[in-house]
Nanobody, 118 residues
Framework: QVQLVESGGGLVQPGGSLRLSCAPSDSIFSINVIGWYRQAPGLERDMVATITSGSSRNYADSVKGRFTISRDNAKNTVYLQMNSLKPEDTAVYYC????????????WGQGSQVTVSS
């Protein structure tokens, strides 16, 4: 079973920045897609950003220009840099690992609370 560790959530004022980290026990080279999703109270879980093993990136329209997903191969970690945070970014953020093929799996992290408030 693949484990993953999320970190980096917290409380920040509007306009501030946070960086989330996702460190899987499996090599990030072998994971087809790693994504960040978020879920606010009473709402569905939505995609925020994804990055493929080939480093192709995709972002939700609401975060384009403010959030950046990246990977550090040496640390086997994927990051979500969140800048210019808004109160509507408040949610629990989840890392998701999706691998296809013979060793396919789909794992979610435990979630990290991000609260944007003055």
């Amino acid at each position: 079973q693949v484990q993953l560790v999320e970190s980096g959530g917290g409380l920040v004022q509007p306009g501030g920045s946070l960086r989330l980290s996702c460190a899987p026990s499996d090599s990030i080279f072998s994971i087809n897609v790693i994504g960040w999703y978020r879920q606010a109270p009473g709402l569905e879980r939505d995609m925020v950003a994804t990055i493929t093993s080939g480093s192709s990136r995709n972002y939700a329209d609401s975060v384009k220009g403010r959030f950046t997903i990246s990977r550090d191969n040496a640390k086997n970690t994927v990051y979500l840099q969140m800048n210019s945070l808004k109160p509507e970014d408040t949610a629990v953020y989840y890392c998701r690992l999706s691998r296809w093929g013979l060793k396919q799996y789909d794992y979610w992290g435990q979630g990290s609370q991000v609260t944007v408030s003055s």
